[in-house]
T-cell receptor
Framework: KNEVEQSPQNLTAQEGEFITINCSYS?????LHWLQQHPGGGIVSLFM???GKKKHGRLIATINIQEKHSSLHITASHPRDSAVYIC?????????????FGQGTILTVHP | NAGVTQTPKFQVLKTGQSMTLQCAQD?????MYWYRQDPGMGLRLIYY???????DKGEVPNGYNVSRLNKREFSLRLESAAPSQTSVYFC??????????????FGNGTRLTVT
């Protein structure tokens, strides 16, 4: 079983700060997902990546497959970024049922 | 597009009662999933359906049954609810079975309380 650890578990920031959330996992993987869970409960897929870096607006995700580590960065954070961020490594194979989800990082951005 | 629609949003059951959680997607996705989310734990897979006509157990299938009624709909049934099934349930879908290329689309969740 892939053990997934996210850090920090809780993060408080002031508007405009640069945010980094880390994800480490124990088993070699083929890809990793980053998800965002809004305060109302809805979950949105932010990124899927298997190597290097991806950018979408103010969000940047990086992954180092050899180091078994991924990071999610938020530049110029805003109160609307307040949410739970979840990483989910995928160990591969033909079934999508093998995703393992981290416990999430609770981000609160104050104005 | 509605995406993934789950019903109901909230439900309270007494121990031993049964109920079915409904899920439908309008994105022509092949694969559908049911997860539960409990405080302090990550999302855990209950059952999934890689394609119409197939279903498979996930990490925590005990106490649940599923039906892939057609390509659009995937229901989750609790035959005899137990307090341990108090949780938030999420349905999700993806175009394919490969996590490398298919993002997950989630419903808004069902908050279930079993007393």
């Amino acid at each position: 079983k892939n053990e997934v650890e996210q850090s920090p578990q809780n993060l408080t920031a002031q508007e405009g700060e640069f945010i980094t959330i880390n994800c480490s996992y124990s088993v070699g993987i083929s890809a990793l997902h980053w998800l965002q869970q809004h305060p109302g409960g809805g979950i949105v897929s932010l990124f899927m990546l298997s190597s290097g870096k991806k950018k979408h607006g103010r969000l940047i995700a990086t992954i180092n497959i050899q180091e078994k580590h991924s990071s999610l960065h938020i530049t110029a954070s805003h109160p609307r970024d307040s949410a739970v961020y979840i990483c989910a490594p995928w160990a591969g194979g033909t079934s999508y049922g093998k995703l393992t989800f981290g416990q999430g990082t609770i981000l609160t951005v104050h104005p | 597009n509605a995406g993934v629609t789950q019903t109901p949003k909230f439900q309270v059951l007494k121990t031993g009662q049964s109920m079915t959680l409904q899920c439908a997607q309008d994105m022509n996705h092949n694969s559908m999933y049911w997860y539960r989310q409990d405080p302090g734990m990550g999302l855990r897979l209950i059952y999934y359906s890689a394609s119409e006509g197939t279903t498979d157990k996930g990490e925590v299938p005990n106490g649940y049954n599923v039906s892939r009624l057609n390509k659009r709909e995937f229901s989750l049934r609790l035959e005899s609810a137990a307090p341990s099934q108090t949780s938030v349930y999420f349905c999700a879908s993806s175009a394919g079975t490969s996590s490398r290329s298919s993002p997950l689309h989630f419903g808004n969740g069902t908050r279930l309380t079993v007393t």
